[in-house]
């Protein structure tokens, strides 16, 4: 039986240099670890996106002349060209202007966690717009009611913005994570490693080709499981799904790459 | 006390500014119920959100007892706004907490602690009768329901002044009913002042003690209900008191009075009486009224005799009838 699939999975995947056979002996190896190099920095990067996108959303939103705490007008403008220069810049030409400031902060530009710099520097400006767009769903109505209540700015956002909009964030987060995910993929550019890595660098420059598919699928699965778990969290957690009547929840229209 | 003076508001447009108050001039006194009506566009909203600086008029001046709002720094004003509370038509409660953390969340701003706030807030349940809601979300009550949690949430911080900005217009009659009821209550028990905020005279007639008419961002009148209810004076009250009234120039008789019934019992007898005891046969042209707290007003339009004698004579009668106040129509014109 087992002598079967192989055979199958010769005739599909074999002829290169290598034989499937080898491919896995490869794969037991090394598979672990690449998945969890992967997982490692998206998550750190997503982190770390989140630690300058988050407030710099607030900011986008709050600050505009007739948010809950206006900021002069030059600094909002300011603001609003970083993030849209940022996000215009291809990833893989992002990653390469990035390589001076991972010396600085790394003291290297190569590896997996060197690669997390250019991720964040791509990732930060978008999360920074899933944030703003989150937030700009909020009731209008119900930030009057807590202007009229007497909460001060800082009370709003906190107490009122950002978890009345937090459903929304999450799905939001969902979305960049899985971004960072992908485009973590590309990485290996620069000599990331996980599962793009193994997909690039074993994959399709050695020839091994069931490994590329392997990485794939496991990518693949991946996306679906975060996907499902933010999607999930997201309803878990919004109150304004009536249970008792069992309303479906309305689709949010998707947002897709950080470009 | 609420002191409006002057007060105007200027939204500059596209197309140039827009008036959306003109030198607008009120005085609440405490306990009062005071109604804002007009037609939409008005300029209601934009001047109930000049109480409490939501909208910063252009001009004037906002007195709550004798501090003026628009002359305050930040900090004093969010402390100002914590003894104004205010409700609205879409209710905008936190839709991610639960009705007891909506009730709690003036408190909570405020720096009272949970224990304390979360008490206060189960009594108001109480008040607004909904005790067994404290654990339900918002997006699980009815529309009602919802007012009721907003109610109690607009009573947490111990409010001098409570605003209904068009707080029954998204509900059905019967809960719009109990929602003014509820209201009136709280204007009764709590001596909370209540500005009331509507399109709707019914509401006004519901529980409203003064009412000032707002017509194209100007104060045309202000009176107790009763006044402006049985005698508007200007063209925009009775637009708003008789919206189906008989249009005057459309009447076919040569001496119009019209007649107001200012709280006597009911308005059939006089024109009965007036056939029986003076023999003067008036022409009904028109007649509305309505009955506030179980007495009659309203107005009536009567056609006169062309006789002058007999006319005179009714109108001596009508004179000498209480509760009823009579003016000619000289607009009118056969």
New interface residues.
Partial sequence: MGEFIMNILEALFGGGKTTVAQQIAYLQMDLLKDIWETLYSTVLATLFAYVIGLPLGVILVAGERDGVRPLPRPLMQALNIIVNLLRSIPFLILMILVIPLSRVLLGTSVGTVASIIPLVAAAFPFVARLVEGSLRESDRGVLEAAQAMGCTPAQIIFKVMLPEALPSLITGFTTAFITILSYGAMSAAIGGGGLGSLAINNGYQRRMTFILYVAVILLVILVQIFQSLGGWLSARLDRRINRAAKKTRRPRPEKTGIH | MIELKHISKVFPTADGDLHALTDVTLTVNDGDVYGIVGMSGAGKSTLVRCI?L?ERPTGGQVLIDGADLCAMGEKEL?????S???I?Q?F???????CLKNIT??M???GVKGEAARKRALELLDVVGLPDKADA????LSGGQKQRIAIARALA?NPKIL?CDEATSALDPKTTRDILRLIKDINRRLGITVVVITHEMAVVEEICTHVAILDHGHVMETGTVEEVFSNPKTEAGRRLVYPDRVVIDQLPAANVIRIAFNGGSSYEPLIASLAIDCGVKVNILGADTRNIDGRAFGTMLLGLPADPAEAAKAVAYIKSQPDVTMEEVRDYHG
């Fill in positions: 409490n939501l969010i402390r100002t706004r914590r104004i509370s205010m609205f879409q905008n409660l936190l839709m991610q907490r639960t969340f003036p909570e701003i405020a979300y918002p997006a699980q911080s605003l």
